[in-house]
């Protein structure tokens, strides 16, 4: 950062800092929705039986972002980011081909393991970057091109990897990655620049455990909870899970108020602005996933559309989203959060209930605009609010706030899917069984074994659309909640830190 004339100016060779990090994060963050599509195949390739062991390929990748982006706040205190990116990027290309090349499941399971470890690292340093770089009045625009990265590169993962699949083996979903992982390393290695003395920053060890304990077990037991082939909240592992979770995640709370140095400063939690912004987030967060979770179910088991249509069907709302956020960013820099924020809920609100009147006759056409308004909608909310809170911590805290953000994100996704997840299961088995009884009771005459069946799989089928549109409303009411929330937000610029002086500086790029 330079200073012109009592004024901010972000200097070009944070650009190229920037656009270096950037791309490293949009293929760290592909790759984590990449391989959901490409699951059966894994299965018959490696002879897997159970779907539950194959979908460690995804919650396994979530629960080792879920652990490590805690110790982030503290990794991007004590070291640069020419030394944090490079150990990221190397960690993920690695994984990467390990993934690639892997001539067995558990080498598979090991490099996307790896994978995660640095792409968790990757998020957090970028936003940390953006918000260290740019001046309060010009973040949003900064902030909407990582909103471009975090929402648009996800969103085509599904509609890219259907393509592959139909047209090549799984293993290409690693090979068309790790050669841009490679080029970015490269690229890191001679561009990027230390620009910041070491700081003596102790870790706590025992911060460490319980956080992998406290958050590992919660996105743990809600990933397992969410998954209907393990048993769902029948399954024994939720609760303990869970419960060693909790346990350990208020352990690890205290103790970060007993800290000099806490590996994850609760402490940002004091900022009015930045507490609303998480809850909103976490609220808007959970609703989100409503359509990534359910829509597929609807498109390929009900409908019986095939892989690469519903991925397509969702990539018009992946694009306008893509296309959004720089133009958020700069409307937020120009009118605030609240504005946006409002407008944007009002679409979501609007559009999610149009999906909770879903039917059998629904036409791909209108399910297309529905979906793409309603990626619209989500498009002016989740940054401007992220950012807003962001923006009234002071520097120190930055870390602690970016840290607690794409934790937050990783465990109210969990919660979200399980939630949604339970809600359709409850709900369908009540429709089915109300279906049945009705069914039966009109029927004259007693029906055949084969009349029964197909019975059967007819009510089904209509049960499930019934307990998606039930989940669905679930979600209108979730994104209800941060609509209120969203009333009381602020327009925010960074508060007074009287502590500056005891603390440890934060760095630039």
Same mark, same amino acid.
């Given at each position: ?13 944070t650009f190229g800092i920037i656009a270096i990090l950037l791309v ?89 393991m790896v994978q995660a470890s640095g792409a968790a690292i990757m ?5 940390n970057v953006m918000l260290t770089s740019f001046p309060v009045e ?201 504005? $946006?924020?409002? =407008?944007?809920?009002?679409? !979501?609100?609007?559009? @999610?209930?149009?999906? *909770?009147? &879903? #039917? ?29 809170? $962001?923006?009234? =911590?002071?520097?120190?805290? !930055?870390?602690?706030? @970016?840290?607690?953000? *794409?934790? &937050? #994100? ?29 069914? $039966?009771?009109? =029927? ?66």
């Open positions: 950062m330079e200073n012109i004339n009592g004024r901010s100016k972000t200097s070009t060779s490293g994060a949009f293929v760290a963050l592909l790759s984590n929705t990449l391989l959901n599509i490409a699951l059966p195949s894994i299965m018959k390739d490696f002879n897997i039986e159970s779907p539950s062991t194959v979908q460690w390929l995804t919650t396994g990748y979530m629960l080792v972002n879920g652990v490590m982006i805690p110790s982030t706040a503290f990794l991007i205190q004590r070291f640069s980011v020419r030394h944090l990116f490079l150990t990221a990027i190397t960690l993920f290309t690695l994984g990467t081909i390990l993934g690639g090349f892997a001539p067995s499941f558990t080498v598979l399971l090991l490099g996307r998020m957090p340093l970028l936003m010009k973040r949003g625009g900064a902030m909407g091109m990582f909103g471009l990265v975090m929402i648009f590169a996800p969103a085509i993962g599904p509609t890219l990897s259907g393509w592959i699949i139909e047209h090549y083996e799984w293993s290409m979903l690693f090979h068309i990655i790790w050669p841009i992982g490679l080029l970015v390393l490269i690229l890191g290695f001679f561009k990027l620049k230390d620009k910041k003395e070491k700081i003596a920053i102790s870790v706590d060890t025992l911060s460490i455990i319980l956080s992998i304990f406290g958050f590992g077990g919660i996105l743990y037991g809600f990933s397992t909870a969410g998954n209907t082939n393990q048993g769902g909240w029948h399954n024994s592992e939720v609760y303990i899970s869970l419960a060693i979770g909790v346990i350990a995640l208020t352990w690890f709370i205290t103790r970060q108020f007993k800290l000099k140095q806490p590996m994850l400063d609760f402490r940002v939690y004091k900022y009015p602005m930045f507490a609303l912004a998480s809850i909103i987030s976490v609220t808007v967060n959970m609703a989100m996933f409503s359509a990534m979770l359910l829509m597929p179910i609807y498109l390929q088991n009900i409908r019986g559309i095939s892989p690469i249509d519903s991925g397509l069907l969702m990539l018009p709302g992946a694009i306008v989203m893509g296309i959004m956020s720089p133009i958020t960013g700069k409307l937020f820099d120009k009118f605030g959060p609240k504005v $946006l924020s409002l =407008l944007g809920l009002t679409i !979501t609100i609007v559009t @999610t209930y149009t999906f *909770s009147r &879903l #039917s059998m006759d629904t036409s791909y056409q209108t399910l297309i605009l529905m979906y793409t308004f309603r990626m619209f909608g989500m498009s002016m909310v989740m940054m401007p609010i992220m950012t807003n809170g $962001l923006n009234q =911590l002071p520097m120190r805290y !930055t870390p602690h706030g @970016t840290a607690m953000n *794409s934790t &937050l #994100s990783q465990v109210s996704g969990a919660i979200g899917t399980a939630l949604l997840i339970t809600v359709m299961s409850t709900r369908t088995e009540t429709h089915g069984e109300n279906m049945m009884q009705e069914a $039966l009771a009109n =029927l004259t005459s007693k029906p055949s074994a084969d009349e029964l069946a197909a019975l059967k799989q007819q009510i089904m089928g209509q049960a499930t659309i019934e307990g998606i549109n039930d989940s669905f409303f679930v979600s209108v009411g979730i994104i209800v909640v941060a609509f209120v929330l969203a009333l009381f937000v602020k327009r925010t610029k960074p508060a007074a830190d009287k502590d500056a002086d005891k603390a440890p500086a934060t760095q630039s790029a």
